[in-house]
């Protein structure tokens, strides 16, 4: 065999090889071909589905019709245009137009396509739908938000509750002096209380401030998402650091609860008020319980986030 013809199968391999990488490219990559002006020379199937076009339809169309009004008209998108006429390649998130006017995220790169005089002639675009991951991730932050604010709520009315019951026991220590060694005793488990919820109060702002951080890391998650699943566990833990001071806050509060039972058998000028106490410390049961609750949906919030970013 001649090496003329050793030669030619050489290439005839290697240019079949090249032809099947670009096939399994082109099968799971959504690709679409512009000239260095910005109209669009070529789309593959997956591209024009994705953007729901037929590729027929988008030969032609000029890439700013793909893209949301204030980034077209903005400096961002001039930038992106001269950068990759100088050769310079684009990698990033993006937010695009389809066909019939929704929005849908992208994870694209932007690659000119170099002539024989080795300046861009053209532009190729691989992109990958990333749409379902970011409206879930938003959808999730959003829900984190609320839970944190819901928390922030709760706390506070925790608060006014334990101002209540401060009242309560000023009023009976000054109705009931044969069980003043009893109420200073109350006395020190209400100061227990009100640092209790203290403590809650603060830890529902942090989670607030975790929560703020996590939309945050959401709308610059890149696809594998390690910066919000930090966040997420950080906001599980605070969870847990709420469930166990809401349990504290609750003994306590039931003790105070029996106390002031004990007071109003003993005391009949306390009765009345022993009984109010007790209404207002049931409520404070009551909102200890919702922080709880909030606290559990927190939780599974924070599992959901690390499933889906795991």
């Known amino acids: 065999m001649s090496e003329a013809s050793v030669s ?3 290439y005839s391999k290697e240019d079949t090889k090249l032809r099947s990488m670009v096939t399994a490219i082109e099968s799971s990559l959504a690709m679409i071909e512009f000239d260095t ?3 669009v020379l070529r789309a593959n199937d997956n591209f024009a589905r994705t953007m729901g076009y037929l590729p027929e339809e988008m030969r032609g169309m000029r890439h700013a019709s793909l893209c949301t009004e204030e980034f077209r008209n903005g400096p961002e998108y001039v930038e992106l245009w001269e ?14 137009v389809r066909k019939d006017g929704s929005l849908i995220w992208l994870e694209a790169t932007y690659m000119p396509i170099l002539g024989d005089d080795g300046q861009p002639c053209g532009v190729l675009k691989l992109a990958t739908n990333i749409d379902s991951r970011e409206q879930a991730a938003a959808r999730l932050t959003a829900g984190l938000l609320k839970m944190s604010e819901e928390l922030l709520v709760r706390a506070s009315e925790g ?8 009242e309560a026991v000023g009023s009976v220590v000054s109705g009931s002096e044969d069980n003043i060694a009893a109420l200073r005793q109350l006395e020190r488990q209400s100061d227990t209380l009100r640092g209790i919820v203290r403590s809650i109060k603060d830890v529902a702002e942090q989670t607030r401030l975790l929560a703020l951080n996590a939309a945050i890391e959401a709308a610059h998650a890149k696809e594998y ?4 699943g930090v966040v997420a566990n950080e906001v599980r833990k605070l969870a847990t650091q709420v469930e ?3 349990r504290e806050a609750s003994r306590y509060v039931e003790g105070i609860e029996a106390r002031f039972r004990e007071i109003g058998e ?3 000028r306390s009765r009345t008020l022993a009984a109010e106490s007790q209404r207002r410390l049931r409520q ?5 319980q919702g922080i709880g609750e909030a606290a559990h949906r927190l939780d599974g919030q924070a599992r959901e986030i690390n499933s889906i970013v795991s």
């Open 284 to 288: 404070a049961v009551d909102e200890f």
């Open 159 to 166: 608060m006014n509750r334990s101002r209540e019951v401060e």
């Open 244 to 246: 166990l001071a809401t």
């Open 83 to 96: 950068g990759l006429r100088q050769g310079k390649a684009f990698q990033d998130k993006i937010r695009r």
């Open 37 to 39: 002006e910005g109209r």
């Open 8 to 10: 030619t199968q050489i």
């Open 225 to 228: 998402g390690l910066a919000f």
């Open 266 to 268: 003993g005391a009949n």
